[in-house]
């Protein structure tokens, strides 16, 4: 099972609406139609995390989200740091750091993403170990490289195919 996680810029996101049985049960005239992102509810997430409980409670009263038990495979949009160094380190702050206003915090101009990543690199590294179980960011870019090269292959093959098929 994966989960995605949209690190995009939130004006760059795509929504997913709601399902027609949570629309249905709606108040007819809210406009509410997109689902809530994971980023939604970790703007919500009270500041008091010196509990290790399991639970979190959110605030704005939309509940409580608990400590994952099984494990997934997280997807993301892997922003390449040469070609999109300020989304690159976003990202990985994002994905790895604590944070409570995205606005504040990561997307804030007076913010030095660099810096912060720089400063944060020892607990992004242990933090996100356990989803790179393919090597090293490097090991693992290249990897992906070669996956992406062969899509564009496979692409550029069927695209001089089209029209020529009987």
């Known amino acids: 099972m994966e989960i995605f996680i949209n690190t995009n810029r939130p004006e760059a996101r795509v929504h997913l609406l709601k399902s027609m049985q949570d629309l249905n049960d709606m108040d007819p005239r809210s406009v509410a139609a997109g689902r809530k992102e994971f980023s939604d509810y970790e703007e919500n997430a009270e500041d008091d995390m010196s509990d290790n ?4 409670k959110l605030t704005n009263d939309l509940g409580y989200i608990c400590r994952r038990r099984k494990t997934k495979v997280i997807r993301f949009c892997r922003f ?6 300020e989304d690159f380190y976003r990202e990985q702050l994002m994905l790895y750091c604590p944070w409570r206003n ?3 915090n990561l997307l804030n101009p007076s913010v030095n993403l ?5 400063a944060c690199s020892a ?3 242990s933090a996100s170990f356990p989803f790179n179980q393919l090597g090293g960011d490097r090991e693992f870019d290249l990897l992906l490289e070669t996956v992406r090269e062969a899509d564009e292959e496979a692409n550029r093959a069927e695209f001089s195919n089209i029209g020529h098929q009987p």
């Open 53 to 56: 409980s399991n639970w979190m």
């Open 80 to 85: 390449h740091l040469a070609e999109n160094g």
């Open 102 to 104: 995205q606005y504040e």
């Open 114 to 118: 660099r810096a912060k990543f720089e």
């Open 123 to 125: 607990v992004i590294k």
